[in-house]
């Protein structure tokens, strides 16, 4: 695994559940620092990709790497380079935020330290002995964010991290991710252009657009384009 590979590359990356084909035969290379938000309507295969480069579920064919190593050679070490954020929160309920953490930094053999450094970064720290259940979407929200950072990865996917947050809740994502490669799935269509390089619109599974940010105008240029490539 190396640095100077590409964060993620896939080539004709396909999943299939049964007869539905989820992502198929999607082709894309990320480069290092890019921040890239995935578009498209429900059931486009936005969340099923982020889970085929998190190695949340295995491809059906296709190739996929990550800093230029295969999913199946060193996926443990692989997972510890990628930050992920589902669009659940799935938080130990019974635990604290500190112990939330605690209990996933020993099983990556962090120190438990590690659990009050994400704290503080995500804003929490005068919460850690709460508990998630007593917490807003958005504290939940941050708190997932602050187990994906245990590692410190390079790479964060997230999904749709940016609904239900209020403006401090999204400053404080964003700080955190700055000089991060980003990918995320979102149907925020001013955040992803003023957030991102390049935004890819996904269709029945397949990417339909691959777009700069630098050629859009505005956001009714960006639904334009999009309705265009979706229909």
């Known amino acids: ?125 005068h919460r850690a002995t709460g508990f998630p259940d007593e917490f807003s979407h958005g504290m939940r929200k941050r708190l997932s964010l602050a187990r994906a950072a245990l590692d410190d990865p390079p790479l964060f996917l997230l999904d749709e991290p940016f609904a239900g947050l209020d403006q401090a809740s999204i400053r404080t994502l964003l700080d955190l991710l700055a000089d991060r490669t980003v990918v995320f799935a979102t149907h925020d269509f001013e955040r992803a252009l003023n957030t991102c390089d390049r935004l890819l619109v996904l269709a029945r599974g397949r990417v339909a657009a691959d777009l700069d940010t630098a050629t859009l105008s505005d956001v009714d240029a960006l639904r334009d384009r999009y309705w265009s490539v979706i229909a």
């Open 1 to 125: 695994m190396s640095r100077a590979d590409p964060p993620l590359r896939a080539a004709d990356l396909t999943k299939q559940y049964g007869p539905f084909t989820a992502v198929d035969g999607v082709s894309v290379r990320i480069e290092a620092g890019e921040r890239v938000a995935l578009l498209g309507p429900n059931g486009a295969g936005k969340s099923t990709l982020l889970r085929l480069v998190a190695g949340l579920t295995k491809p059906t064919s296709g190739n996929l790497a990550v800093y230029g190593t295969e999913y199946g050679s060193d996926a443990r070490s692989l997972r510890r380079t990628i930050g992920f954020v589902a669009h659940e929160t799935m938080l130990y309920e019974n635990l604290t935020a500190r112990e939330n953490l605690t209990f996933h930094a020993r099983l990556r053999g962090l120190p438990a330290s590690r659990a009050d450094e994400v704290l503080e970064r995500v804003g929490l720290d």
